[in-house]
């Protein structure tokens, strides 16, 4: 029986580092982003949007505060709650994480496009769960561990397999020639949204290598999820350390804010107490070692169906990708050795056993929950602990059965089977973002080149100064970014934007530079002096697209002087000026120029303390502040471990001495009994 305390209490931990990361980015973001004159005025978003939805924010004029001023406080009181919650354990709390979760919703609700990633619902949906792993601390004053404990991590680990396997089968089913090709890498690289400078290196990696590391990616998101319900322990772990390894080198070699930390954390539900242990260097306690004894006659049996299921693997990846050692470029050939409509029929085939082993391994989990509960002492236990039971089944079974409706997506026929009742269920809960679908880098951007658009402004027409973001690429000699776990959710969009059209917001962005407000130019630049145009607005703005590539390594195997390399594509927005026709005509289209309800500036006390926050952090880089604080954070932690592991050293070497001292007098009078025994016996002799 799996023991969880440790990974559990791990998993908080990091949920409430992973909250503080998202609310800080976010907030250092919000006056440009949604400020009454951002990008796009949240404002606008509440006045049209999104009024029969229930959200804090209605609260801030009650306050004195716009809404502006509603979203930094509540963002800021998340921050906060969040960074308490890494410091105390006592506050990793099931009331704690409702709040933050509710708080990251409200934000949700008004983010529009800048807050609609994937990463955001997914942050969303393990809140939630979060909800129910964590304990009560609060009401009940104690941390010991519950008997359904087990049963809430596990939708943890459900989840994770939706994620990675959703992410792995949708780049199969999207038909993208890249994957099918085994070819995506060699483009992905450079492609990606904000890659690294390891990205580059990576790059240069040979062709061989790239395909064989996409078919290493098909194993570890296909395959490997299915050993994250095995019965046997270390097939588990496998698949655990599997999964770090991917996630390890996605950091590496790009910039996903907080997604592959969120991903990492998930896969936390894989490991148990022992692990843990064996990662602390500390012994198990006696109930794990006399588990670990009692199967010792079986384990050679699990050795040999562990060797089993590793080499089905390999020999499924090898038959199904055709590998085989290619002399000639001193690598490993590879080819995708199916179609897709075999694919399809695998995925009609395997969905349904999908659904059956979730429920065999839910139910297997809820028997082993209901068997601890009726096995405590004391009646009043036995029954509350029956009633917690009761509560978080329930809990989890729904979860869980809402979940089929976004697992089933991938495949029509197991959609449509469902029950209706199931569809009317999730669809009542939609809009809360309790369960989502999941499919990252489903197709593959930029084959014939990465599109970037490239901003521009000039004061007469004729001289232009081109704009730079400080993460997106723009500067062909400029190193890429590291911003992790930071999101600049300005510079992502400007991404997508490349891939199509221009969108609303980036007319308002136009319009916001055409104006020079300061709120927008920060968003491109923190520091103001680093902007061309920092000192008077330019007169005209336009953009234009072009094509990048990352730089050749030299014959030699020197680096490029510069990064990248870039091609003219096409005109993206055309030349404009404050007045101009064109532009106009896009504000009054997309409702940027809406007249809004007069706002009555206050000054209480909330309102200066929001702009002594603000003051406190203008100019410094956001990955800057939330890497400052994850350090100051994780010593602290460190420092309170240290401290914790010291004063129980020295209660157990307390103890260990009253005990020494105990059997020392206890030995000491046994020998004096002995003496005067010995002397009384004496006596009786000499008598």
Request: with cysteine; glycine share 6%.
């Amino acid at each position: 029986m799996m023991e969880v305390s440790k990974p559990r209490r791990l998993f908080l931990w990091c949920m409430a580092a992973i909250y503080m990361v998202a609310f800080v980015s976010l907030y250092v973001q919000i006056p440009g982003l949604y400020g009454n004159e951002g990008l796009l005025p949240a404002r606008l978003e509440l006045r049209y949007g999104i009024r029969s939805s229930p959200t804090l924010l209605w609260l801030g004029p009650h306050l004195g505060l716009d809404i502006q001023a509603s979203m930094e406080l509540l963002c800021l009181l998340g921050a906060l709650l969040s960074l308490a919650a890494v410091l105390m354990e006592a506050l990793r709390d099931s009331l704690v994480f409702l709040c933050l979760w509710v708080s990251y919703l409200f934000m949700y609700q008004v983010g529009q496009v800048f807050l609609y990633f994937q990463w955001d619902s997914l942050l969303l949906e393990t809140g939630f769960l979060t909800v129910l792993v964590a304990p009560l601390t609060l009401v009940r004053g104690s941390r010991g561990i519950r008997e359904h404990d087990s049963m809430t991590f596990w939708l943890v680990r459900w989840l994770l397999f939706r994620l990675m396997f959703a992410s792995g089968a949708v780049k199969l089913m999207s038909r993208c020639p890249t994957w099918w090709g085994l070819t995506a890498l060699t483009y992905h690289y450079e492609t990606q949204c904000i890659p690294t400078p390891l990205a580059w290196f990576a790059h240069q990696l040979p062709v061989w290598w790239h395909k064989l590391s996409v078919v290493a990616t098909f194993v570890i998101e296909i395959a490997a999820p299915f050993l994250f319900f095995s019965p046997l322990r270390r097939l588990r772990l496998g698949a655990f350390y599997l999964q770090v390894l991917l996630q390890t080198l996605i950091i590496l070699s790009g910039n996903y804010n907080f997604f592959n930390l969120l991903t990492l954390t998930l896969c936390l539900s894989l490991l148990d107490n022992q692990h843990v242990n064996f990662w602390l260097r500390k012994r198990d306690d006696n109930r794990e070692r006399k588990e670990a004894g009692s199967s010792e006659r079986w384990s050679w049996i699990c050795y040999l169906l562990e060797l089993m299921v590793w080499s089905l693997i390999i020999f499924g990846t090898i038959v199904f990708f055709d590998l085989q050692f290619d002399p000639h470029k001193n690598g490993v050939s590879s080819r995708t050795a199916f179609t897709f409509d075999q694919f399809n029929q695998f995925l009609k085939a395997i969905t349904i056993p999908c659904i059956w082993m979730g429920v065999l391994s839910l139910t297997w989990e809820m028997i082993t929950s209901i068997f601890r509960c009726a096995c405590v002492s004391g009646f009043l236990t036995r029954f509350w602990g029956m009633f917690q039971w009761s509560v978080f089944a329930a809990a989890a079974a729904s979860m869980f059965t809402i979940s089929l409706v976004p697992l089933s997506h991938m495949e029509y026929d197991s959609h449509v089977h469902l029950w209706p009742v199931v569809r009317q269920a999730y669809d009542l809960v939609d809009r809360l973002q309790l369960v989502n679908s999941y499919g990252f880098f489903g197709w593959v951007t930029g084959v014939g080149g990465r599109p970037e658009v490239v901003l521009e402004g000039s004061y007469d027409g004729v001289t232009w100064t081109e704009i730079e973001f400080m993460y997106k690429p723009g500067n062909v000699s400029a190193p890429p970014a590291v911003v992790t776990p930071h999101q600049p959710r300005l510079d992502w969009q400007m991404w997508f934007a490349a891939l199509g059209a221009s969108a609303p917001w980036f007319t308002s962005l136009v319009y916001r530079l055409l104006q020079g407000k300061p709120d927008v130019i920060e968003l491109i630049q923190t520091d103001v002096s680093q902007y061309p145009f920092h000192q008077q607005p330019p007169t005209y703005v336009r953009a234009h697209r072009y094509r990048y590539w990352f730089t050749e390594r030299k014959p030699d195997g020197s680096h490029q002087a510069r990064w990248w390399r870039r091609v003219y594509d096409e005109e993206f927005y055309p030349m404009v000026h404050l007045g101009h026709t064109y532009l106009e005509n896009m504000l009054s289209r997309y409702g940027l120029k809406d007249k809004l309800p007069p706002r009555h500036p206050s000054n209480n006390t909330v309102v200066q303390l929001l702009s002594w926050t603000r003051s406190q952090v203008k100019g410094i880089p956001a990955h800057t502040i939330i890497w400052a604080m994850l350090a100051c954070s994780a010593t602290w932690c460190f420092l309170m471990g240290l401290i914790s592991n010291r004063k129980h050293t020295d209660r157990i070497s307390t103890c260990t001495e009253t005990v020494v001292n105990l059997i020392d007098e206890a030995e000491k009078q046994g020998d004096e009994k002995s003496d005067a025994e010995q002397e009384k016996e004496e006596e009786v002799e000499k008598d």
